[in-house]
């Protein structure tokens, strides 16, 4: 009887496989054991990023957005960076670009009172500069802060007021 010797690589490959099926159902064993499970799927959605830790939506729609844009209740604010808001924003906006926001908050937030109802915005269906801004002005003490999506854009397609020109 001749044994045959395999080679190493098949070996070493069996034994990561064998502890990598241990290591898998252990894990699994262990969330189902656990009374705080870890999902195994997440919603990572731009749109799951406007829910706040308590569950709160941040999220408001055109029509919302639009309702109080006709009536003066709210203060519009664009995230995009200054260049974009020159080249076109809604009506009346102010800019406070996210990423300046820690030398241009106290200048853009002047004369607006903790109560306003404020919306944020920003460009794309992806892009989160709006939601980080409303949740900054929500830490400062402005409680009443919602973000319209892909803002810019959806302002646009409505047909509603823009402007141009400098800050």
């Known amino acids: 009887m001749t044994f045959i010797n395999r080679p190493l690589w ?6 990561i496989l064998f502890i990598s099926l241990i290591v898998l159902i252990a894990g699994f064993a262990s969330n189902k054991l656990r009374s705080d499970k870890i999902p195994f799927a997440e919603d990572w959605s731009a749109k799951s990023n ?10 408001i729609s055109i029509a919302e ?3 109080l ?5 709210a203060v519009f604010i664009d995230a995009r960076s200054g260049a974009e808001y020159d080249t076109g924003h809604i009506k009346g906006a102010k800019s406070l670009p996210y990423k300046e926001v820690d030398w241009k908050f106290v200048d853009a937030m002047t004369g607006v009172p903790e109560e306003s109802a404020i919306i944020t ?3 794309g269906e992806t892009c989160e500069l709006s939601m980080e ?5 929500r830490n400062t003490g402005y409680k009443n802060v919602r973000v319209l999506s892909n803002g810019w854009t959806v302002w646009q397609q409505n047909g509603l007021p823009v402007e141009t020109g400098a800050r």
């Open 10 to 15: 098949i070996k070493t490959s069996r034994q």
């Open 121 to 123: 915005y920003c460009d």
């Open 69 to 73: 844009f006709n009536k003066a209740e």
């Open 50 to 59: 406007l829910v706040t830790s308590s569950g709160e939506n941040l999220e």
């Open 65 to 67: 957005a639009t309702n």
């Open 133 to 137: 801004l409303a949740v900054f002005l």
